[in-house]
């Protein structure tokens, strides 16, 4: 039991960590592609969907490649 | 609606309602700790915060389930419903405070991961008195996590509207673990009857409201309307709608807003772009139809949201016969144009 929750674990980390690189290149290039009305918007604004870019990435990048 | 996004569309009444909220989490904290240090003089600061973030983030789950089923029976909750997002992601930092501090005192002292202890250290799944609790509010605390950090219009639109309310509704499911974990932890130690009656009268009041406000729902989906001809059916009366108001119809599996306005009467689908709010109970504003959720606009002729914003409604044709109203529902493109019926006076 301890192992699989180990192992887990180790997968969600590595999941997220993809997030996190995703996003750099996601913000850099993607996100005006993406969504259109994002061009212009706030540091603010980029700062609160962090944590769900990070989470949701493989939705963001399918629809980034879609464009 | 906007036409870019920010961090919090912040307005007056949103300011207020969050000022609100928190001066009454904190004065909550502070006549919470006066109480524990009075009656358990000898309580650590972390048990104090574990017991204050459960109650506070239970009670503050209770509010947000019931303000949905209030407003479908009384217009006067709307305003609640139109600041709802910020009470959601207000009880989630408050129970993750509670799932930060519980895990800590309870999972990181020993030598195993605290997330693996939290699902390893206590295994009796078969026993209700030592119930590994703790994992059920783990759960919930990630469904929660999920519904805060997608609580931005961009997360609406990106995750598509049907995925992003199918998520949210999660929170049903979450509050189902939150009683199971209530039940089973703090109420195994906790044992006076008072604690089980504010359980289940809080589940009883969140059921019976759900229950009431789908009744009264069900009622208006079940009407059925006679079709005349050219497949116009008749609806109501004009007299059944007041001016600038909306009213709600389902004829074969269309669900119709119709609304009275200027001496003109149109129709658009009721469900609203942003969070399929219903568009039929919200009423004429500034010449547009104006959702009662989140006062997403659109024009009541073409179902179009007013320029620049870009959200459209599918719109039906409306015919008036002496004071009867009539509607075709077969929808027409988002955004066509159709002439408004007149009322002749």
Redesign the interface.
Known sequence: ??QI??IA?YLDLGYLILGIVFSIFFYRKGIEK??E??????R??K???F??VV??WP??LY?WMKT | MSLNYTAVGWNKQKKQYVKILWLGILAFLIVFAALQFLLHPNISVETLIIRWSAITAFILLHIILVIGPLCRLNDRYLPLLYNRRHLGVSMFLIAAIHGVFGTIQFHALGDVNPIVSIFTSNQNYLEISNFPFQILGFCALIIFFLMAISSHDFWLKNLSPKFWKAMHMLVYVAYGLIILHVATGALQYETHLIYWIILIAGFLLVASLHIVSGIKERGNLRKTYQLQEEGFYEVCSLSDLEENCGKSVFINAENIAIFKYNGKVSAVNNICKHQMGPIGEGKIIDDCITCPWHGYQYMPENGQSPPPFKEELSTYNVRLLKDKIWVNPSPLPEGTLVKAAKIDI
């Not at chain 1, 009305?37 to 706030?42: A, R």
């Open positions: 039991m301890e929750i180990q674990i993406v969504d009305v994002t061009i212009g918007s706030t603010g604004f700062l609160i969907v944590p769900g989470v949701f939705f963001l629809k």
